[in-house]
């Protein structure tokens, strides 16, 4: 059997990317728009809906929107239905929606821990419960789940996230051990420091226009010395997205410019 660079190609499949408004997941949903795949997204706040929507269309994609809480199980139900009515059943999910809370762990409120692992790991697992049987019926299917740095590495202030994207790393293994033989692969996609608003305040200039202190942490740490685009993640999520990768099963694929591989700047 010979191979096919259109083992890359998304023609025909219907792929819905969580948290897509703008950010990740938009960069996410528009490769595989542009690899063939149609798009269906969900986003929580309906100003971000209406300005996404008219993104994507001066893109040339015609994605469906959605008003949907991932971390609500039976709002994921019904949209699950809406998608499929709208579009048909569900070939890839890309679990990318997700918060960060930057609290110091002695200073965080139960509540808000407990914010972050609903929205950064038990949605994911609701949202593949909700498309699995799909995929199963159909005889194929994709699940990527936006992983981390802090699937890996912990850092000050942000014990939720990593404890959440730590879990969502094992929620990915478990996924491809339960369901692999279904022929449904789920993969983590780890970015590393990637120029979002999720980041923004991290990367904010100081009052005397110098750079943030953490911003300068972050290009030091970064063997290719710059933080990630958007950009950066769309190539790796059409991989896994594509048949191209039907033998990569319960992996983490890191984008991180190599900072998982580096031990830090000599002093
Ligand atoms: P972002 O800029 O804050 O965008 C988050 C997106 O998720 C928005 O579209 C937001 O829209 C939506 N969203 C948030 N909570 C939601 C919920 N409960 N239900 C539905 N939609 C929700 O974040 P990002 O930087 O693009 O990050 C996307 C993913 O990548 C996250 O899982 C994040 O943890 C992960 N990640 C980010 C980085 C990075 O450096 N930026 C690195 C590694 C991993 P609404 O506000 O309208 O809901
Ligand atoms: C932080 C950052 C990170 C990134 C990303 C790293 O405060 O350290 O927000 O957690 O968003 O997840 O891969």
Redesign the pocket.
């Known amino acids: 059997m010979g191979f096919d660079m259109n083992a890359f190609r998304l023609d025909g499949k219907v792929a819905w990317v969580?948290?897509?408004?703008?950010?990740?997941?938009f960069g996410i949903a528009e490769a595989l728009a542009k690899a063939g795949a149609r798009i269906a997204f969900?986003?929580?706040?309906q100003k971000?809906l209406e300005t996404a929507l008219s993104d994507y269309a001066a893109r040339g994609i015609d994605a469906r929107g959605y008003l949907?809480?991932?971390?609500d199980e039976a709002a994921v139900a019904d949209l699950v239905k809406r998608i499929e009515a709208d579009l048909g059943t569900i070939d890839i999910l890309v679990n990318?929606?997700?918060?960060?809370k930057r609290i110091p762990m002695c200073e965080m409120r139960r509540e808000d821990f407990q914010q972050v692992i609903d929205?950064?790991l038990v949605?994911p697992f609701i949202c593949a419960k909700a498309v699995i049987p799909g995929m199963i019926a159909k005889g194929h299917g994709k699940i990527i789940n936006?992983?981390?740095?802090m699937s890996e590495l912990g850092r000050e202030t942000v014990s939720a996230y990593a404890a959440a994207k730590g879990g969502l790393k094992m929620l990915t293994r478990n996924i491809c051990s339960e369901f692999g033989e279904k022929n449904i692969q789920c993969n983590g996609l780890g970015?590393?420091?990637?120029a979002?608003?999720?980041?923004a305040p991290l990367r904010e200039r100081q009052p005397d226009g110098s750079r943030h202190p953490f911003d300068q942490f972050i290009v030091a740490k970064t063997p290719a010395a710059r933080w990630g685009d958007v950009e950066d993640l769309m190539g790796p999520a059409v991989f896994l997205a594509s048949d191209a990768s039907n033998f990569v099963n319960g992996h983490v694929l890191y984008v991180d410019g190599g900072i998982l591989a580096y031990i830090g700047k000599q002093p």
């Open positions: 969580t948290g897509a408004a703008y950010g990740i997941g969900n986003c929580r706040d971000h949907c809480d991932v971390s990318n929606a997700g918060i960060i929205i950064d949605a936006v992983c981390s740095m970015p590393g420091y990637i979002t608003p999720q980041t």
